[in-house]
């Protein structure tokens, strides 16, 4: 599976963004799908997650309350919904694929280039 992610920018703190990740080539449904971040000198982070049939997610502690992760698997997208931002969510991007949740960078089948966001004080 081909993974296409969108929709980063540069926002005010507080503000919000709505990623996307297309995908194409192999069937979509059967994967699990996550967003991951990675900052500047950073190791790449687990943001959020989703089962394949988009009942079971999950998120990292601080993105809890803030960040909705949904899919629609007859348009094969996967979407972040980012609210609240702080700068401390400066970071690029990544939407990846994978056969289970929880996901690690290590377990995933496929990554998307990532998108910059970039929150500003």
């Known amino acids: 599976v081909q993974l296409q992610a969108s929709g980063g920018g540069l926002v005010q703190a507080g503000g919000s963004l709505r990623l996307s990740c297309a995908a194409s080539g192999r069937t979509f449904s059967p994967y699990a799908m996550a967003w991951f971040r990675q900052a500047p000198r950073e190791e790449r982070d687990f943001v959020a997650g989703?089962?394949?049939?988009?009942?079971?997610?999950y998120y990292a502690d601080s993105e809890k309350g803030r960040f909705t992760i949904s899919r629609d698997n007859v348009k094969n997208t996967v979407s972040l919904q980012m609210n609240f931002l702080k700068p401390e969510d400066t970071a690029v991007y990544y939407c990846a694929a994978g056969s289970r949740l929880p996901m690690t960078p290590t377990t995933t089948d496929a990554w998307g280039k990532g998108t910059q966001v970039t929150v500003s004080s």
């Open positions: 989703i089962s394949w049939r988009g009942g079971v997610t």
